[in-house]
């Protein structure tokens, strides 16, 4: 290639625009309803340059109608959305060129081969990086003349980021990148994913999967019914819950909730004396504590079932991650839908 | 990487190029399936040389004043047997002898019946010492040009112009929209009308490879005449081709599986196969619909090609198909640019 093969290292080039301090990504008030459903509610968000941004939340929270927005594929009903301090209405041809894209569900032709169609994908930008490197960026070599077809899918979901990267893109949009792959392909991808961070581009991604966001993400925007309910770096996020940990109990007979006294039943108010227990919370019958010293909270809790003559059924701890917050947030799970 | 690699316009048609060799089905849909039918249609109506008749007769003596006729071959069988062999369609016609001359047992419904009746007599008029009244000569005349298969190979060729464009094109956009790989196009800088214009550049391009194959089959094994210019045929077809594209592209712009491009492909070519004189004239049908059949594309395109290689009229003579052509190119491609779904 004859302008590509200067440019050799995958980092972003400083293109050094006129909006180099602004922010990478504005959104402010967008909302987009799709016939009765609010996709988005009123939507404002920033993401700065070399930042990895992360929408976290269930399946139908707005995190895709969110990104297709930002990438200029759905148009917003309100709100205005600038990216790379250009907007979509005058702008779409240079941002085209300027941001790469990884869709949901992009099926690539599967009779073309893995270089073939980043050959393709590279023809559309003016500048960008070779087409040997995106396929080193994305570990493809041994996969390079096969096609696309007889591809496992981490590796599909590699050469869909290869094709947003062929054109060197400032800022980079991978929607769901992991969804639907095994443990080992996430592992994977993630390790690409951090690569890309290191090399100092800007990306945005979207997840159900709250290990995702926390590995990968410097800041968290979790979304829910097409609103931002909670925004920060992950340990801000998890900080919110009150505690470190979270211990998880169900005791054996008993119904749930504050029925006054009874076989079986928990009196929550010992239980939130307990030094060190910051909330409680009843889920269909299993109880949800958040506890910062659990080593010393944990035998204070088992002297307080005990008191109340109630039996252990389940007893789990697990340290506090995004999920928990997301149930404290919502009472749903991420999982459930 | 030169740059003509860095062309997308070259890498899209390049993709589309690739697309329709990989996939095997398509191969033989395009070159194989038109050459075995014109093949089928060939053996079928080819031409015999000079049909013998098949007789029966009651008497020994009259199968053997039958004989003589070169057009028939004669069987003697009595008249109980001669009648089943009537009925089953081995025989054409039998001949009774009667006390006062012969009988003929045929079917008058049945042209060949009717020359086997016309040679039948004469075979036995001129046994029994009939004099012609007027001296006639045979000057046989076996003209190509004027046969079945002349005729329906421009209706062949057409009808293959047809299909292979708008499966071409309809399928293919179709798949890539359900796939989302439109969607993923489109929010590449990818030009837009590249991506349109890169399957008609991939259809040109397989198209005089389609062409050459078919129509080189069939001057070969069937001497089917070019007796117009083959420049002019050569546009035509282009022009055949760009008309169906079109419609396929129209016909795609909206769907989003499947199951709905393919119903409505139906739709727009099943009267077209009926009406537009692929395997029979289309002037046959009644003469209230023939504006009808006059407008449809393919009708253009057959007449149009018949025209060139039968009657080896110019385009000048065949303004009138090259113009409801050129319609059918530039109207659907305008409606479904502006009605495309990209996504």
Known sequence: MTEGGSVAVPAAKARTGTQADGPTLLLRGVRKAFADVQAVDGLDLEVARGECFGLLGPNGAGKTTTIEICEGLTAPDEGTVEVLGLNWRTGADELRQRIGIQLQETQFPDKLTVEETLRLFRSFFRRGIAVEESIETAQLEEKRSSRVGGLSGGQKQRLAMACALVGDPELLFLDEPTTGLDPQARRHLWDLVDGLKQAGRTIILTTHYMEEAERLCDRVAIMDHGRVIALGTPQQLIATVGGEDIVEFAVSGGETGSHEGGNGVVDAAPLTAIAGVQSHRVDEGLHQLSVSE???????????????????????????????????????????? | MNKLELSSLYQLTMA??????????????????????????????????????????????LTQALTRDEGLTATTMNEE?????????????????????VAYKYDDTNPDARTARLLVDGAIQTAAGRREAVRAENELVHETGARYIDFVVPGLLGMNLMGSAMWGLGFAIVEARQK????????????????????????????????????????????????????????????????????????????????????????????MWILSGVFFSATRFPAVIQPLVRALPLTAAIDALRGNMLQGMNLGQLIAQVGILLAWFVVPFAVSLRIFRWR
């Open chain 1, 294 to 337: 659990l080593h010393l909270a944990v035998p204070r809790i088992f002297a307080a079932l005990k008191e109340q003559g109630l039996h252990l059924s389940e007893f789990r701890t697990h340290s506090a991650t995004l999920e928990d917050v997301f149930v404290r947030l919502t009472g749903r799970y991420l999982r459930d839908e």
């Open chain 2, 16 to 61: 589309r190029f690739r697309l329709i060799w990989r996939e095997p089905e398509a191969i033989f849909w395009i070159f194989i399936f038109p050459i075995l039918l014109a093949v089928g249609l060939g053996i079928a109506f080819r031409n015999r040389p000079a049909d013998v008749l098949q007789v029966g007769a009651t008497t020994e003596q």
């Open chain 2, 81 to 101: 047997d001669g009648t089943r062999a009537l009925a089953t369609g081995r025989i054409l016609l039998l001949a009774i002898p009667r006390a006062d001359g």
């Open chain 2, 180 to 271: 989302k790989l439109l969607k993923r196009l489109v929010a590449s800088p990818m030009p837009r009308w590249q991506y349109l214009a890169s399957f008609l550049l991939s259809r040109l391009a397989m198209l005089i490879i389609e062409v050459a194959v078919f129509l080189g089959f069939a001057r070969v094994a069937f001497g089917v005449p070019f007796r117009g210019s083959v420049w002019e045929l050569g546009l035509l077809c282009v022009l055949t081709s760009l008309a169906f594209s079109a419609l396929g592209l129209l016909v795609s712009s909206r769907a989003r599986t499947m199951e709905a491009a393919s119903g409505l492909m139906n739709l727009v070519m099943l009267p």
